[in-house]
C-alpha cells in the first residue's frame, strides 16, 4: 500500500507518492487561478494502492474544503491535514502560538531536524524555503526551533514596484546568476529590477545566518522551495539543496499522528 503526499502552496501544488517506506519523484503544477482543476486531478489518479493522503495546506480552508469534498466523491481515502503543533517528532516550535506557524515550515523543519539525527548531525539547521515567499527557520542540534523570518519571494518583490511606482514594467524575477562584481548590475531596467530581487533574498539570507552565528553555532543552510536552484548561486553562504522537505516532514508528522 502507498500514501500520497501533497504540498498545498501558495501559488504552486507538489506531491508524491511514498511506497515501502521510499518516496517517488516529486511533481508540480502551478495551481494559481486553477486549483480545483489540479486537486480534481490528482484525486482522479488515486487507485486502491494509495492506502493513505496527507496533505500540507497554506492555501487556506476552502482549498481543504474542496479536497475532502472531492475525495468523498471519488472514494479516495480522507485526506488528513497537518498541523503546526508545540512539539512533533523531536522539534519543539518557538511560536507562541505553535498553530500560527506555516504547516509547510513545520514539515520542513521536522524533516530537516530527524534526518539531522538520523546521521549523528547536531549542528544547528537553517531551512529556506524561496517560493512566492521566502521562509527562514533556525532549528538548533537538540530540537529547539528559535523562530525564524518571512519576507517576499523575488518574483513578489519585482511585482511590488509595478504596482507602487509609475513607468516601471511589469518584471518577473527571471534573472540568472550573472557573475561576482559589477556583472550584478543591470544594463536595462527589466534585468536591473530582477537582480535587485534576486540580490535582497539573498543578502537577507547571508545576513540573518551572519546575525545567528553571532550567538549559537553557524548552522547549516537547506534550501528548498521552487526557487532554490536558482537563488543558490546568488548566496555567499554555503547551502544545500532539498527539495522533498516539506513533503519528507509531511510523512513524518503523519505517520508520528495522534489517532494511530
Same mark, same amino acid.
Request: with cysteine; proline share 5%.
Given at each position: ?36 482543476? +489540479?486537486? #480534481? ?15 500540507? /495546506? ?23 491535514? $497537518?498541523?503546526?503543533?508545540? =512539539? ?12 500560527? !506557524?506555516?504547516?509547510?515550515?513545520? $514539515?520542513? =523543519? ?10 549523528? +548531525? ?6 529556506? #524555503? ?11 542540534? #537538540? ?11 523575488? #518574483?513578489? !518583490? ?15 524575477? *527571471? ?8 556583472? +550584478? =548590475?543591470?544594463?536595462?531596467?527589466? *534585468?536591473?529590477?530582477? /537582480? ?6 539573498? $543578502? ?16 547549516? !543552510? =537547506? ?31 503523519? $505517520? ?5
Amino acid at each position: 500500500m502507498s500514501k500520497l503526499l501533497i504540498d498545498i502552496g501558495n501559488s504552486s501544488v507538489k506531491w508524491s507518492i511514498l511506497t515501502g517506506g521510499a518516496l517517488g519523484p516529486m511533481r508540480r503544477k502551478r495551481h494559481t487561478g486553477r486549483t480545483e482543476t +489540479v486537486l #480534481d486531478s490528482l484525486v482522479e489518479c488515486v487507485d486502491d494502492s494509495i492506502e493513505y493522503i496527507a496533505v500540507a /495546506n497554506v492555501a487556506g480552508s476552502a482549498v481543504a474544503d474542496y479536497l475532502i469534498t472531492r475525495a468523498a466523491a471519488q472514494g479516495a481515502p480522507m485526506p488528513w491535514f $497537518a498541523t503546526s503543533r508545540a =512539539l512533533s517528532c523531536g522539534v519543539r516550535n518557538a511560536y507562541r502560538n505553535p498553530s500560527q !506557524l506555516g504547516v509547510d515550515r513545520w $514539515a520542513a =523543519l521536522v524533516a530537516a531536524y530527524v534526518t539531522s539525527r538520523e546521521v549523528k +548531525v547536531a549542528r544547528p539547521i537553517c531551512v529556506v #524555503d524561496c517560493g512566492t515567499a521566502m521562509t527562514f527557520d533556525v532549528v538548533t542540534g #537538540d530540537g529547539q526551533h528559535l523562530g525564524g523570518l518571512i519576507l517576499s519571494g523575488p #518574483d513578489a !518583490l519585482a511585482a511590488g514596484l509595478y504596482r507602487n511606482t509609475a513607468d516601471i514594467p511589469m518584471t518577473e524575477a *527571471t534573472s540568472e546568476w550573472p557573475g561576482p562584481g559589477v556583472q +550584478v =548590475l543591470g544594463k536595462d531596467t527589466v *534585468t536591473a529590477i530582477s /537582480n535587485a530581487a534576486w540580490l535582497a533574498v539573498a $543578502a537577507t539570507v547571508d545576513r540573518a545566518i551572519a546575525a545567528v552565528a553571532r550567538d549559537i553555532e553557524a548552522p547549516r !543552510l =537547506l534550501l528548498s522551495g521552487g526557487n532554490a536552484e536558482q537563488l543558490q548561486p546568488w548566496l555567499e553562504t554555503e547551502s544545500e539543496i532539498h527539495p522533498l522537505l516539506v513533503l519528507q516532514g509531511l510523512e513524518l508528522l503523519h $505517520a508520528s499522528r495522534d489517532d494511530i
